[in-house]
C-alpha cells in the first residue's frame, strides 16, 4: 500500500475532531500567563538534535519537519542555535535529478525528496524509475534554504521549475507528484510560493491556477479545498495566499479605495471573522473546536486582506496560552500534549499578534519576514 506523504497544509484534514483526547478541567495544569520563549527555544531545540520516538512514522516527512524546525527557530530569533552552512547542505542533499534534459518531460517533478526512504536507487540498467520530488518537500526545502541565508540562484531552479510543469492539471490545479496523488488548492499554493521564491514564474500557468482558486470559492465566502467543497480555514489561506503571491490581489485589500476585486472580499471576511469562536480561539470550519493551527491559517488571511485589526487579539491571545506546554511547543486544543505541527503555527500566531521577542512573519509564506529583519 502506498504511503501518504504528508505536508505542512495538511490542515488535520479527514481527521475527526471531536472529544477524543479532549482532557478533563480537573486534568488541565494551569497554563502560564505569558509567552514563554526560552521554553519554546528549548523544544525546538531538542527536535533538532533528537527527534522524539513518536515521530518515526514520519520519517517520509522528515524535511517538512525539519522546516517547522528551522523556520521556528528562526521566528524565535534563535537561528544562532543550528549550523547554518550544514543545514543548507543536508537539505541540497534532497533534491531529486534528471540524468538528462529529456527527462525533463517524463512527467516526473525533480524537485526535492521528503526523507532518504524517497530516495530509491537506481535500478540495474541505471534508470531512477521513482526518482521524483514532492511539491509540499519542495516548499520546506526553500524556505528552510531561504532562512539558512542560502542563495537559491546556486541551485538547479531549472529542473524544478521545467518538471513543476508537468504537475499542472488542465483545470489549473496540480498534483504534488507525478501520478497517482490528489489535487486540490494545498498544491497550488505550493506551485506559487516555489515560484515565488525562486523568482521565477515559468514553472506554472498562472492565469490557469487563478481560474481554478476562484472556482473554490463558496457561497459562504470562504474557500474550499477543491470547487464545491466546504469552506476551510487551510483552504481558504491557499487560496488568498496564492493569489497574493501571483499578484492577482493587493496587499491589505481592504484599506483600498478601489472596491472591486476578483474575489468576493465582504464575504470572504465575513466568513473569517465569524471563525473566532467565544473562547477566542480560531476554528477551521463552522461548529468545529478552536485549534492553535488555525491562529494562523485564518489570522494570516485576515493580515493579507487588512482585517486582522478587527479579532479580539485579548481572546486569542489568552487562548493560545491554554494551549501553550510546560514542555515548549503548542498543543491541538487545550490541555493536550504538544506537536512540532501545532508548535510551529502556535509561534506563527504569536508573530501575527506581535509578541515581543519573535521576528514578524510573512503571511503569504508562512515564515519570518526576511525583507523586514534586512536579509533581503
Known sequence: MATRQWNPLDFDIGEEEDEEGTPSPSSISPPLPYFDRDRHVAFLEMMYNLMPHYYQSQEINRLTLAFFTISGLHLLRALDRVDKDRVADWVLSFQAHPRSRAELKNGQFYGFHGSRTSQFPPDENGVSAHNAGHLASTY??????????????????????????????????????????????????????????????????????????????????????????????????????????????????????????????????????????????????????????????????LRILGGYKFIDKIALHRFLLTCQSEFGGFSKYPGNLPDIYHAYYGYTAFSLLEEPGLNPLCAELGMTDLTAIGII
Request: net charge negative; proline share 3%; with cysteine.
Open 140 to 301: 520546506c526545502a526553500l524556505a528552510m534554504l531561504k532562512t539558512v541565508g542560502f542563495n537559491l540562484w546556486t541551485i538547479d531552479k531549472e529542473s524544478i521549475l521545467i518538471s513543476l510543469r508537468n504537475l499542472q492539471q488542465p483545470d489549473g490545479s496540480f498534483m504534488p507528484v507525478g501520478v497517482g496523488a490528489e489535487t486540490d488548492l494545498r498544491f497550488v499554493y505550493c506551485a506559487a510560493a516555489i515560484c515565488f521564491m525562486l523568482d521565477d514564474w515559468s514553472g506554472m500557468d498562472r492565469e490557469k491556477a487563478k481560474e481554478y482558486i476562484l472556482k473554490c470559492q463558496s457561497y459562504d465566502g470562504g474557500f474550499g479545498l477543491m470547487p464545491g467543497l466546504e469552506s476551510h480555514g487551510g483552504g481558504t489561506y491557499c487560496a488568498v495566499a496564492s493569489l497574493r503571491l501571483m499578484g492577482y490581489i493587493e496587499d491589505d485589500l481592504l484599506s483600498k479605495t478601489v472596491t472591486s476585486s476578483i474575489i468576493n472580499v465582504p464575504l470572504l471576511l465575513d466568513w473569517c471573522m465569524q471563525r473566532q469562536a467565544i473562547d477566542g480561539g480560531f476554528q477551521g470550519r463552522a461548529n468545529k473546536p478552536s485549534d492553535t493551527c488555525y491562529a494562523f491559517w485564518i489570522g494570516a488571511v
